[in-house]
């Protein structure tokens, strides 16, 4: 696993220990073509695994951003993985629950311009379903939102889908906030 493009191109990324599935390279690459510029964004990752998709932001031009990741042996590597490419200055990484760590955001008044949600497949339906009210709240108007999941049980937002596109077994959907 490597970083694609920008200021850390090219660079490995600690794979997080059994039992995640980081997002293939072919897919970070692809998917952020499509989201095209990220420059000054501000990243929430809520489902981090090893950071990859917080990382390839950073290292194209995004502000910031905060990592959530449930396992703490796996939010050590995110950490790590930061450190590695100097970039844990321009990060935050929260060991808690997806949900938890969205609503203590929410409660603060945080909002992000960019949302990864790239939760356990398995889980996809489950937890994505009680995201829903905070995204609303921590989602910046004109944001947009990132799902990745398996392409035989795609969950929804309820908000506009502008693009969808499937990998394999993997499909990505890109849902834009409300104004």
Not at 10 to 21: A, C, E, F, V
Not at 85 to 94: F, I
Not at 107 to 134: C, I, Q, S, T
């Amino acid at each position: 696993m490597r970083v694609i493009a920008g200021r850390f191109g090219g660079r490995k990324l600690q794979s997080p220990p059994r039992g995640t599935r980081p997002t293939a390279d072919r897919v970070r690459e692809a998917l952020f073509s499509t989201l095209g510029p990220v420059d000054g964004l501000r990243v929430l990752d809520l489902f981090a695994g090893s950071g990859a998709l917080s990382i390839e932001a950073l290292s194209r031009g995004a502000a910031g951003a905060v990592l959530v990741e449930r396992d703490r042996r796996v939010a050590r590597v995110a950490e790590a993985n930061l450190e590695a490419m100097g970039a844990a200055g321009d990060a935050e990484v929260l060991c808690s629950p997806a949900g938890a760590a969205a609503d203590r955001l929410a409660g603060e008044g945080r909002e992000f311009d960019l949302v990864f949600l790239d939760p356990p497949y398995a889980e996809a339906r489950e937890l994505l379903g009680g995201l829903a009210p905070a995204l609303g709240e921590i989602t910046a108007p004109g944001g947009r939102i990132v799902v990745e999941s398996d392409r035989r049980d795609a969950p929804g937002l309820d908000l506009p889908m502008v693009h969808e596109r499937r990998y394999g077994d993997t499909t990505i959907r890109i849902f834009s906030a409300r104004e």
